[in-house]
């Protein structure tokens, strides 16, 4: 879908893509809760650079200062060194270990460009984090340099970080260890967005019942199937517990699961959709 912009005092026309204005929009507006991005440079106050790496060589940063500006939360995500850099996992330890160390520092004393300003994330509110492949520091109102938070498995702090930087981070007191699960192929087996029940939050004074379903993708009958229960019992208990569904109601419900486990998909939730209906009324 696409809208036309005039210029005035000009013989053209500005097309722009609809979906690229509500890009823009929300970026701008703050709609964005996080947001991993990058990092060629980054300095002592957490300043980055992805726009300019030397004087010949001008990259530009795009939609980065749109993104990086009103979001919430941010990860800059990159490799501790650059050039040559090789690592080597130990699936069994889960552990990390620099093989090789790259040529080219990316934590230095002075960035060529600042594309993002570390104390400007400070005076705004903004959580930032630098995640790397051996540790990961955060910027905070607390010190005017990085705090250095997490450390992989198998990764020695002063060889492996602390020599490999142009400056000293704060080392925090509660120094934790990355995940061991981050270094091995197998599955990590996480819940990123927690059970169905936690994903339902009641308004009483609005009679609301809110469910968040990102996320959530169902890939076959047997996941259509579950969902469609275990929603069904979830909603029955919210409308029994404020008075809009009586138990001789919900009991003459279960009568009818039979004939939904008979019915087509569609037609499932079609069924669903009216007891829930009937429940409100």
Known sequence: MFFILPFINYDFYLIISYKLFISVIVYDGGGLDIAYLGAAEVSPSGDVNVSRMNASRITGPGGFIDITQSTRKICFMCTFTAKGLEVAFDEKAGSISIAKEGTKRKFVNKIYETTFS???????????????E????????????????????????????????????????????????????????????GSLAERCVYHEDDHLLFIDLFGISLRNETEIDWFMVRAMILLCGYLVSVGKLTIHTYQSHRNHLTRYFNQSPRKRVLWMLLCLIKGLI
């Open 118 to 132: 570390g104390d400007e994330s400070v005076r705004r509110g903004q959580k930032v984090y630098y995640v790397t």
């Open 134 to 193: 051996r540790c990961v520091f955060r910027r905070t109102a607390a010190h005017d340099v990085l705090e250095l938070i997490e450390i992989a498995p198998g990764i020695d702090l002063e060889k492996d970080i602390l020599q490999q930087m142009d400056f000293k981070p704060i080392i925090s007191k509660d120094l934790k260890l990355m995940d061991e699960r981050f270094f091995k192929q197998d599955k990590m087996e996480i819940s990123l967005f």
